[in-house]
């Protein structure tokens, strides 16, 4: 079994920060990419930040300049680090990981989601 763990979600003001974190636990062989998504009141789910394995990054342009996503390895963790926040950014985020399970091979594994609202 598998299981993703968001943490760090809040109300805030605009321009105030937070960080996301999320945790894999469980029994895997590795964990791939991982990512976080978004989802507001509305709208379709967006993918809002992604890291390879390999460190490399890739961010949507409307959190490009405010977001860092980074993740440890060693503690199967990822974090998003979101600067300038705007009412826009007001979502649920929910972290993902692409992860490899003896005999069962690779599949992509989602976390139950965290509150972001973001308001003056």
């Known amino acids: 079994q598998v299981q993703l763990m968001e943490s760090g979600g809040g109300l805030v003001q605009p321009g105030e920060s937070l960080i996301l974190s999320c945790a894999v636990s469980g029994s895997f062989r590795r964990i791939d990419a991982m990512g976080w998504y978004r989802q507001a009141p509305g709208k379709q789910r967006e993918a809002v930040a992604t890291i390879a394995s390999s460190g490399g990054r890739s961010y949507a342009d409307s959190v490009k300049g405010r977001f860092t996503i980074s993740r440890d390895n060693a503690k199967n963790t990822v974090s998003l680090q979101m600067n300038s926040l705007k009412p826009e950014d007001t979502a649920v985020y929910s972290c993902?990981?692409?992860?490899?399970?003896?005999?069962?091979?690779?599949?992509?594994?989602w976390g139950q989601g965290t509150q972001v609202t973001v308001s003056s």
């Open positions: 993902t990981a692409s992860i490899v399970r003896a005999f069962l091979g690779s599949r992509d594994y």
